[in-house]
């Protein structure tokens, strides 16, 4: 079993096709929570780590994360539901770019696929997750201005 130790929970990844990595970990490490921060909206959570980095930073946060793989929905669903900050991350199996939403968020975030021209792998899941398939950087942009509000901030790495 595949399994990542932080400090205040843990991230199993044995069904993630992208797993934990520094840049993941360089990126929920470096966000600053600001108290506008009410909602938040990882795109392509993955095994869900940044969602539980942001929820074990801010009190007042509400998380949405949202996986279109189903293997590792399944995995950011384990991780997230032994979380001691289940209650605040509500995880959705779906296309970020389908969702239907009757508010706006604060923050959006994301690890992005950041290959666009590269060898792809025979795994079509690890192909989703690193190349630029299902999420290329404009549609992460339109993402911003669709469901983000007025005063809304992107981060990425």
């Known amino acids: ?16 096709a992208m797993k934990v990595g520094t840049d ?4 929920g490490s470096a966000i600053k929570i600001k108290s506008k921060y009410k909602r938040i909206l990882d795109v392509g959570t993955g095994t869900g780590l940044l969602s539980l980095m942001l929820a074990q930073k801010s009190t007042n946060s509400n998380i949405t994360a949202v996986e279109i793989d189903s293997n590792s929905y399944h995995q ?18 779906a296309d970020a770019k389908q969702l239907e939403i009757d508010h706006k968020y604060d923050l959006i975030i994301c690890n992005p696929p950041y290959f666009s021209k590269s060898k792809k792998s025979m795994i079509t899941s690890k192909n989703s997750a690193r190349h630029q398939v299902e999420l290329t950087f404009k549609d992460l942009v339109n993402l911003w201005g669709k469901l983000g509000n007025n005063d809304s901030d992107l981060v990425c790495i």
Do not use: C, E, G, P
Request: glycine share 0%.
């Open 24 to 27: 993941s970990i360089i990126l």
């Open 76 to 93: 950011a669903k384990v991780n997230i539901d032994k979380s001691k900050w289940r209650n605040r991350i509500n995880l959705i199996h």
């Open 1 to 16: 079993m595949s399994v990542f130790q932080f400090k205040q929970f843990t991230v199993y990844q044995s069904l993630a």
